[in-house]
């Protein structure tokens, strides 16, 4: 369980009337933290941080200092010191705000306070929600102005001792809610060494565990001393009161998958997939020129920009027909296409080209089955062939509203072909140290490797059948020996 504790500029500003159970003043963290043996030391600073090297500047710089989570952290504080640096990360934050506009009718400049994510006005809580995701302060103040739509004029960190007395009770209750219920006694639970965040969401279609694999993995957390939570992309503030992230949602590079990645590697968390893993993994053109350089057996390959004439003249003299064609960011089948003409081949180029600046194009190869080598830490971990489906040319038939799928067959790792293991490894290093799905395509002794999945699938009976628990202890064993590692 964490130590938790506000710290203000002096203890006179709080109310006698608040709980003040973990309320101590700047002078306090100065002069007395850290504890000897008091772990997981976390920190809400509620200083005044409105001036560089100020007491809130240098409680949340000593508090990184001293290994303890901070919030606000001093990289935010940075960003929010600075005009250009801030509205740099505010593009994306106003979408939301924009329909909204019937409901706010403000005339030009309207002022209001986020609490922990939370603010009064129900028609700004999702921008407040995303706001505090971007900067994480317990305070932030924020100024909007209409110029023919609404704008975010200033953004600024607020201490405790700037909030009139009618805003006390708003900040306590979002304080209540962010420290999961601070002020009352905790239930009693089992003592473990780390906490994980679990990634899912649950409106995904396709995601890559399902409830089935998803308690099997909880219950082999807790076996090797890991607490799991499972957390949402509404969590991503939170991801501080962790010590690892594995993510089980399927990734993409400008998704909130990435975010929770990158934000988790910078505040020193075991985290997989990690974020170098999702840039290489996510883009099939990084993958088959990587490929290429190192020299990973793959399908006669060339990366097209252009549908125009010569294009198409020069993929049907390298391929013939019929070829396939993938946008670099396709997942479960979707964005890979089968040309088996000339006019197939223009429509198709000139609607991926239309999204993407490069689409790969691929000589076809007909098999029954795609392998699957799933590879944790550079080792194999399990083995699956995935068959096409149905009277279709993928494992994956898209249409009509539904999604289609072949059968499959579990196998040990030592009863894979040598040659389609070693391809498999071959294409995992490159990548890195993660957990990959890498899938390849064997025709006779030749084998192709097609691609690297950083968030491979991971279903109960499919993936585990061979295995079972084993599988989810495998995965949980390494978590464990990387925090070990990195100890703390």
């Known amino acids: 369980m964490s130590n938790i504790f506000l710290v203000l500029d002096e203890l006179d500003n709080w109310p006698a009337d608040f ?96 609490y922990f994510g939370h603010t009064d006005n129900p028609a700004l809580g999702a921008l407040a929600r995303r706001l505090f995701e971007r900067f994480a302060c317990p305070v932030l103040e924020v100024v909007l102005q209409w110029q023919q739509q609404w704008q975010i004029s200033s953004i600024a960190a607020s201490s405790f001792a700037e909030l009139e007395a009618d805003e006390h009770g708003a900040f306590l209750a979002a304080l209540e809610q962010f420290t999961q219920s601070l002020w009352r006694s905790p239930r009693q639970r089992k003592t473990s060494r ?3 965040a679990i990634l899912v969401n649950p409106e995904e279609a396709l995601p890559p565990s399902d409830a089935a694999a998803l308690k099997r993995l909880e219950r082999a957390a807790r076996k090797v001393g890991i607490r799991p939570e499972f957390i949402q992309p509404a969590d991503y503030a ?59 057996p793959t399908p006669r390959t060339r990366i097209v920009s252009s549908a125009d004439e010569a294009a198409l003249d020069a993929l049907e003299e390298q391929f013939g027909y019929p070829l396939v064609l993938k946008i670099p960011n396709g997942s479960f089948s979707v964005g890979v296409k089968k040309a088996e003409n000339r006019a197939q081949l223009d ?109 491979p ?4 009976g499919v993936e585990d059948a061979f295995l079972g628990d084993e599988l989810y202890m495998q995965i949980m064993s390494e978590f464990a020996r990387r925090l070990e590692k990195r100890g703390r």
Not at 400 to 409: A, H, N, T, W
Not at 457 to 460: A, G, N, P, T, Y
């Open 19 to 114: 709980p003040s159970q973990g309320v101590i003043s700047f002078d306090t963290y100065l002069a007395e933290h850290p504890v000897k043996g008091q772990k997981k030391t976390r920190i809400i600073n509620l200083c005044a941080t409105d001036r560089y090297l100020s007491r809130g500047y240098y409680c949340s710089l000593l508090a990184e200092a001293r290994g303890h989570k901070v919030i606000p952290a001093v990289n935010t504080l940075n960003d929010l010191a600075s005009e250009a640096l801030y509205l740099m990360q505010l593009n994306d934050l106003l979408k939301d705000l924009q329909r909204q506009e019937p409901a706010l009718k403000a005339a030009g400049e309207l002022r209001f306070k986020v």
């Open 194 to 196: 780390w906490d994980m």
């Open 238 to 296: 939170r991801l501080g009161e962790f010590d690892a992230l594995f993510i089980r949602e399927t990734t993409e590079i400008a998704h909130h998958t990435y975010h929770f990645s990158r934000k988790a590697q910078i505040e020193g968390l075991v985290v997989i997939d990690d974020p170098t893993s999702i840039l290489r993994c996510c883009n099939k053109v990084f993958l088959q020129d990587a490929f290429s350089y190192n020299g990973v």
């Open 347 to 455: 429509s198709v180029l000139r609607g991926m080209l239309d999204t993407s600046a490069l689409v790969i194009a691929q000589e076809y190869l007909f098999t029954e089955y795609d392998w699957r080598i799933g590879v944790l830490n550079n080792r194999p971990l399990y083995a699956c062939r995935y068959f096409m489906a149905k009277n279709h040319w993928q494992i994956y038939k898209h249409g009509e509203g539904r999604v289609g799928s072949g059968g499959f067959e579990t196998l040990p790792t030592y009863e894979v072909p040598k040659a389609v293991l070693a391809a498999a490894l071959k294409a995992a290093k490159i990548i890195g140290d993660g957990l990959y799905g890498i899938d390849l395509k064997q025709q006779g002794s030749k084998v192709y490797v097609i691609e690297v999945n950083d968030n």
């Open 457 to 460: 699938s991971l279903e109960h």
